[in-house]
């Protein structure tokens, strides 16, 4: 019979310590920069996981909903991780 290949990918992604930006009082500069950019990147995270789990449950395959991978970097990055076929685990730490 055929083979089938299998193969791996594990990304590693720190978004770590700007859940509170709001709070450390940096209003400007290069760390506030990263930090709206990292909170971007989480929303548009979450956009994908909302539009992947809507395409689920309705039963019909992804290509026909948009899921919105282009919005950031991040979500770039992490679409062949996200969709298709693949199983993907999130450990989150606070």
Do not use: M, W
Not at 67 to 84: S, V
């Amino acid at each position: 019979g055929s083979q089938a290949t299998r193969y791996g990918k594990l990304v590693l992604v720190d978004l770590a310590g700007y859940e509170r930006f709001a709070q450390t009082g940096i209003t400007t500069g290069i760390a506030a920069e990263e930090a709206k950019k990292i909170n971007a990147s989480l929303l548009a995270l979450g956009s994908v996981v909302n539009a992947l789990a809507e395409a689920c449950a309705r039963k019909g395959p992804q290509r026909e909903y948009h899921i919105p991978y282009r919005n950031a970097k991040l979500t770039r990055l992490l679409k062949d991780c996200l969709g298709g076929t693949s199983v993907t685990a999130v450990i989150c730490t606070v």
